[in-house]
Every structure is written in C-alpha cells, then in structure tokens.
C-alpha cells in the first residue's frame, strides 16, 4: 500500500516561570473538534517562517505574545482526521515560546479552554506519545542553567 508523506505543520509550546517557585508552566488548549489536549499549531503560511507560524497560531488559538525561538524544540507526529472521514499523518515542528503578555481577545477566544499546567501535567494530558516526550525534553531543558538564566529577567 502506498503511503502519503505527512503534511507539515508547526506549533508552539508556550511557556512561562512562576515568579515565586520559579516552576516552568505550559499552555494547553482544547481542539475545537475533539476536545482533546493539545498545543497551539497550524498549517504553513505563505512567505512566514516555520517559527513566525508556531507565534501566529499561539496568539490566534490562545491569544498569547511573547518570544518565539528559530531553532524547533523537536517534532510529533499524529493523524487529523479531515471533515470527509479521512484520516492523514502530520508532522508537527514545535517552537517554544516564552509567553510574556495574555491577550482578553483573540480571533478564537471562547471556542477552546486554556490551561497553565506543570509539565508533568502536560505529558499527562496530551494523546501523541511524541507530544508528551517533548514535554520532558523541555523538562529537562528548563532544568538546566540556559533556560533559567534567560527566563529570570
């Protein structure tokens, strides 16, 4: 049987540092259609930048701005089931972003639900085994001297 290479899509996973306990927090939302745990992510654009796309899709599905990074975090795979039935594979480019402002309205405010949760929590709640790896390997990052000193300020 022939196989489809998988479409492309870039995400973002948002972050931000509790300012007390200094704990790193991820942004979660809700698919419109599923209702299932996902992150920010969306179809290329024409003339953005993979990380431009991942920042555009954080502010339109979750209304948060800040400071994306160039180089992906990694990537997941997973199948969306198109509107016909069809299922077909995507491959998602993640991008962290440090979420430094929340915006009260965004164009898709109100069709998602929005939650801060520790990591841990995170790689609990999302479906894609690769999804929840990343998680950790952000984890991990966030743990190490590089991620805290850039996020202290």
Known sequence: MLRRPPKQQYAALCYRTKKKQGEIEVLLLTSR???R???PKGWPMPAKKAHAVAEREAYEEA???GKV???PLGHY???KALRTGLKIPVRVQVHAL???EMLKNFPEKGSRRLEWVSLQEAAK???EPELKALFTVF???ASGPDLKTATAG
């Open 63 to 65: 209304g948060v701005k």
């Open 69 to 71: 990074e160039k180089e």
């Open 33 to 35: 259609d599923t209702g």
């Open 125 to 127: 709640r999302v479906n």
């Open 98 to 100: 440090e979420v430094q």
């Open 77 to 79: 795979h997973y199948n």
């Open 37 to 39: 745990w996902v992150i």
């Open 139 to 141: 984890d991990t990052r």
